[in-house]
């Protein structure tokens, strides 16, 4: 997830808890309100002065939008990451991996070789 995206959609949800329409925070903000709904959607990435003037016309704070932002990325990089197929390996123990792997009796096994004839030395 992006920043950008995260930000959207904490002001989104600001807008939606409050009952109040993309036109009024637009008007509220002096923002158009097509580039209002491109941050929102997390097309466009607000700057920090229009970042303020929408969360003070929204009522909120940009530190408080800004820990919201934070919790909803923190919780969505943890399920990323309980969902990898993947397991990481520390560089150390792949390294030691593949020292083993061509150890007779070892149970690491080496990698595939990339293909294609090996050249003999004449």
Known sequence: MLLREAIGSGLRQART???RTLRDISRAARVSLG???EVERGRKEPSSELL???CEALGVTVPDLLTS???EMA???DAALRTRDDVLVP???RHAELRLAGRPGSPVTAPASSGG???SAA
């Open 17 to 19: 808890a409050r009952r």
């Open 35 to 37: 580039y209002l709904s």
């Open 52 to 54: 303020a003037s929408i």
């Open 69 to 71: 932002v934070a919790v």
């Open 75 to 77: 919780s969505a990089t």
């Open 91 to 93: 560089i150390g123990q």
């Open 117 to 119: 004839p090996v050249a």
